[in-house]
Each structure stands twice: as C-alpha cells, then as structure tokens.
C-alpha cells in the first residue's frame, strides 16, 4: 500500500530524495519511517517523524546529512539524504504505523504497512 520512488546511482557527496507515497488511503494518524537493507546485512533504522510530523529521530550515521519530512496533503513522506557515502548503499524501505499509538519507532515491529523498497547505489 505504500509506494516507493526516488532511488538510483549517485556519486559519493551527490544527494538524491526518496519519496513514499500512499494513494488511496489517509495516513494521517500514523507515523512514518526509512530503513534500508545494505547487501548482506539486516534491515536497520534510518529515520521516522512522529504522527503529528513535529517529532524525528535518525540513526547516528545519518544525522546532519538526511532529512525526513511529510506532507499531510499528498500523504506523502520524503527522505532527503545528502553527502552520501559509499555505505549508503542499500535498498530503502518505507513504512508506517497503523495508528498514533506507538512507542519505539526504530522498531520494526510498530509498523503495519511497508513498501517495496528502492535501490540506493551510492559509488566512490
């Protein structure tokens, strides 16, 4: 039910936005977060923004360089991700939770809907 875009090849230092789109349903009480799988290791955290969108938090290898952000309007979330490193390189993934009462949201398990992920490649 969530649609993921935005992914590709960029040079190291080059940025690119991710975007996770919902057509069809309203998210509007949910909250919302990134995590990629880098080739041969687990899915981990990226980043999440809270139901009313005025909380984030990221994973220590990404503060300062990715931004996550909603808009209420499209039922849209975006991952801009900037100074990206070779170690960014990994499928994304977008999920949301299915109601504004969560407590962990570098969880996966808070989460009820997922996309199908877009490939990052980030080369040197």
């Known amino acids: 039910q969530l649609q993921a875009s935005g992914g590709g090849v960029v040079q190291a230092g080059g940025s690119l936005r991710l975007s996770c789109a919902a057509p069809?349903?309203?998210?509007?009480?949910?909250?919302w977060g990134w995590f990629r799988r880098a080739p041969g290791k687990e899915r981990e955290f990226v980043a999440a923004?809270?139901?009313?969108?005025?909380?984030?938090s990221y994973t220590g290898s990404v503060k300062g360089r990715f931004t996550i952000s909603r808009d209420r309007a499209t039922n849209t979330v975006y991952l801009q991700m900037n100074i990206l490193k070779p170690e960014d390189t990994a499928v994304y993934y977008c999920a949301a939770t299915r109601t504004r009462f969560y407590s962990d949201l570098k969880l996966q398990d808070e989460y009820y809907y997922w996309g199908q992920g877009t490939l990052v490649t980030v080369s040197s």
């Open positions: 923004i809270s139901w009313r969108g005025g909380d984030t």
């Open positions: 069809g349903r309203s998210f509007g009480n949910s909250a």
